[in-house]
């Protein structure tokens, strides 16, 4: 007879003490709760029930369980769709908490607490199958802090993001050893870490890594969830990545990334879960308690209140689920050593009954937290329910994903006209949208591409999207992508049109790398990465989503690796105020000059065909250098006047369109069609 003691309500999850394991769950409206142990091959061999809640929370404690052990719970409960209960303890479910998996989800129809049919009601009819064979399972883990380097703590007006996914950035990497290729293992790599540093970045943000579910309907197209965004753990990692099975190895890339000065910041899935809709299947939070978990609509607690678009939402409102996710992140920069987090739709995450409000406990409870509050934290901000775009209002503390500098800036290289002006705005790092309540520049994180869309290559090489291989007869994916694919569809051999698409993806990068606010670089875009015109590979764990690193033209990896150089070392770039014209100490921090070298004029600004603009930002201190840039959008060349001010020379650094030489005041250059050219002063 096996010893049961009461344990306690705190922590959540399974907890192990070194001499057996406190199991504590959160179910409000479940009326019992079992746990469900397994042997190592999967066979159900014990239940124990939990007869202990307090305040919700049921758990016990059991000597003698340890690290290694498989369990799953069974949660009793109302069957009451109508009314939004779901409960069947037929089913197996995942702990929220779980830890590690072991196992992928095997689809069946047993996996859904109702019976499957066409009928329109048919998730009002409970179904009795067993779900345990076809489930993973939550495995006992030793909850020792595993990571042991200092984090990096790279400031935020130094910082440059490299958006990647684990899998797709080191899958067909040359140099990396063929075993670990794909997995956390890879990510630390010294032939990868060699060419980080060769670019320059500093903060590499992942995809999401927590363990999720590969759709059903993706399996039976003979297709795969690649990106990520379907989360089934928000403790565990994705169990693909890991080459050696173990936890320690995230810990140990996150180790090897920092004594490289190298950031880890996760992407991660907070507002929607993999079970979908009230059509979805029963795999943990709809079992363990629909009602806590998810955002039901307002009077018809039946359904969802789809705002992520993804069947569901999670309910952030609720002070325990609140609470799993603070856990999550917590566990994941303590344990792990995460240095930060992107929010995925984080609109969601901040919406109560009324609407999306910066307000919202979610926000407060992050930024007051001494250990998250010192975290990268960076918001998504948008989702698909009402009032879905909210660029800008997120509180201080929060960074945001810039979309609007990412669609001014392609319509800008595009020649499309009335740009000018909000171009000028977003590579002042949007203080319009930003400057308030204190915040700063590096609020705008910059990009010009993601992972949803089309690469840097692709943006110059097609108009239309060409997702065939989706399975989805081209439906899928974004229509308004803003590219031009410079005179022909895909590939070509035509060397002029290649020279144009060559130089506009060098406008791109050197306009991101010397705006004000934070670069994200998509991963693969400095090697001329394509997906064949793709711009929605989320289904796609093949070559079409891998980055492909045999292009033998490197010339974006040098041009990067000078950027990131030139933004490290000029502060003129990289400020820590927004640029107003005249800075805090009664120094002009910014001009704004025509092609003739005077300064812009009203009518200038609001000319729909200028497509040309110099721009000076003053050095920061004596110490520092002044930096001159010359945009030249238009289908012609320019004859662009340098100002005449206090700056008498200025050295040449970088341009689009080739070589360059130090010129004067009043000096009259030729500015190509469509090129940037960049100058800077001598530090005095």
Request: hydrophobic share 35%; aromatic share 10%.
């Amino acid at each position: 007879m096996r010893t049961i003691k009461e344990g306690s309500p705190f922590p959540r999850g399974a907890t192990y003490d070194g001499k057996g394991t406190n199991f504590a769950l959160f179910s409000d409206n479940a009326t019992g709760v079992t746990l469900c142990l397994f042997s190592a091959d999967g066979k159900e061999v014990e239940r124990i029930d939990l007869t202990e809640c307090t305040n919700g929370v049921w758990y016990v404690y059991i000597p003698d369980i340890q690290p290694g052990q498989l369990y799953g719970y069974r949660v009793h409960g109302p069957w009451d769709p109508v009314q939004g209960q779901r409960f069947n303890s037929n089913k197996l479910l995942l702990d929220p908490y779980a830890r590690k998996l072991s196992g992928d989800i095997q689809w069946d129809d047993a996996l859904y607490g109702y019976q499957l049919s066409p009928s329109k009601d048919a998730d009002l009819r409970m179904d009795d199958r067993d779900s345990a064979a076809f489930m993973p399972k939550a495995i006992v883990v030793d909850p020792a802090p595993l990571t042991k380097s200092n984090k990096p703590q790279v400031k935020w007006p130094k910082t440059i993001i490299y958006e990647a996914h684990v899998k797709g950035l080191t899958m067909k990497h040359p140099l990396i050893p063929d075993d670990i290729r794909g997995s956390f293992a890879a990510l630390s790599d010294p032939a990868l870490i060699d060419h980080m540093h060769r670019i320059g970045i500093t903060s590499l943000e992942l995809l999401p890594i927590h363990a999720f579910a590969q759709d059903r309907h993706l399996i039976e197209r003979n297709l795969r969830n690649y990106w990520g965004y379907n989360t089934l753990a928000f403790f565990a990692p994705e169990t693909n990545y890991l080459h050696s099975g173990d936890l320690e190895e995230i810990a140990t890339t996150v180790d090897r990334l920092h004594e490289a000065g190298i950031e880890l910041i996760l992407d991660v899935v907070y507002n929607h879960t993999c079970e979908g809709n009230h059509l979805g299947p029963t795999l943990s939070w709809k079992g363990i308690d629909n009602l806590s978990y998810y955002r039901s609509l307002p009077g018809e607690p039946r359904y969802y209140d789809n705002l992520t678009g993804c069947g569901n939402a999670l309910n952030t409102s609720h002070p325990k689920v609140l609470q799993m996710v603070m856990d999550s992140l917590r566990m994941w920069t303590t344990v792990y050593g995460v240095d930060g987090f992107r929010f995925d739709l984080a609109l969601t995450l901040g919406r109560e009954d009324t609407g999306f409000t910066a307000r919202h406990p979610f926000f407060h409870t992050i930024l007051q937290d001494p250990i998250l509050s010192r975290c990268k934290l960076i918001a998504e901000p948008w989702d698909v329910g009402p009032g879905g775009y909210q660029l800008g209002e997120f509180p201080p503390g929060f960074s945001e994903w810039n979309g609007d500098y990412r669609d001014v800036t392609r319509d800008f290289w595009k020649g499309d006209e009335g740009c000018l002006a909000k171009f000028a705005g977003r590579f002042a790092a949007s203080s319009d949208l930003f400057d308030a309540q204190h915040r700063r520049p590096w609020s705008s994180v910059n990009f010009v591409t993601a992972h949803d869309g089309f690469t840097l290559h692709d943006l110059v090489s097609y108009n239309e999207k060409h997702n065939e291989a989706n399975g989805e007869d081209n439906n899928d994916g974004a229509n308004d992508n803003r590219s031009w694919n410079c005179g022909v569809e895909g590939e070509t051999e035509d060397a002029e049109i290649n020279a144009l698409r060559l130089q506009q993806k060098k406008n791109f990068l050197i306009t991101l790398f010397l705006s004000q606010g934070v670069p994200m670089l998509l991963a693969g875009d400095e090697l001329h990465n394509s997906q064949g015109g793709n711009n929605n590979t989320y289904c796609q764990d093949s070559e079409i989503g891998w980055i492909d690193w045999q292009n033998p033209d490197k010339t974006l990896i040098e041009l990067v690796g000078l950027l990131a150089q030139i933004r490290r070392e000029n502060n003129a770039i990289s400020r820590a105020e927004f640029l107003t014209g005249v800075n805090k100490h009664g120094n002009a921090d910014v001009a704004w000059y025509n092609v003739n070298g005077q300064l812009m004029t009203n009518e200038q600004w609001e000319d729909p065909f200028n497509k040309s603009l110099i721009v000076k930002l003053m050095a920061v201190d004596k110490h520092q250098a002044s930096i001159l840039v010359i945009f030249n959008a238009s289908h012609i060349e320019i004859e662009a006047t340098i100002p005449d001010c206090e700056i008498k020379q200025w050295q040449f650094l970088v341009s689009s369109s080739g070589e360059g030489k130090e010129v004067k005041q009043k000096d009259i250059l030729v500015i190509p069609a469509r090129s940037i050219h960049v100058f800077k002063t001598a530090a005095s």
